[in-house]
């Protein structure tokens, strides 16, 4: 998608081609493979944690909600390996990772997501 002539953004056509993305995509990493298996035992988003509260904060930063907010559910496609993948089969795509998102009701920004982790996690922060 980031490579569609249509839909895609040209800045990043003009920086790289699709062949060199792929390849330094397959290396990027957002998890410490050293601590993974202890986080983890804690926390089953633990891999992407560190990013995920880094977005949260600067979502906060950069936008004053409106009097109305929405609270919905988003189911973002996803077939790969993960202990909290969710079956919905009203969505188009069927597999992926649930996510429940407040968001300002005129603009549509969001404001707070939190992950399903499944029925085991009761929380999207791990205990502590």
């Known amino acids: 998608m980031l490579f569609s002539p249509v839909d895609g953004n040209s800045l990043v ?26 986080r983890r035992a804690r926390d089953v988003f633990a891999p992407i944690r560190e990013l995920w509260d880094l977005f949260h904060t600067n979502l906060g930063k950069h936008y004053v909600a ?36 407040a ?7 969001p404001l707070r997501g939190f ?3 499944g029925k085991e996690a009761t929380s999207a922060r791990p205990a502590e």
């Open 103 to 109: 968001s300002d009701a005129a603009s549509n920004y």
């Open 13 to 38: 056509r003009a920086a790289f081609g699709l062949r060199r993305f792929s390849s330094l995509l397959n290396y990027l990493r957002f998890d410490d493979k050293a601590t993974r298996s202890a």
């Open 66 to 101: 409106g009097q109305n907010i929405t609270v919905d559910e988003q189911l973002v496609p996803f077939r790969g390996r993960c202990s909290f993948i969710q079956y919905m089969p009203s969505k188009p795509d069927k597999y992926g990772l649930k996510f429940f998102w």
């Open 115 to 117: 992950p399903y982790l």
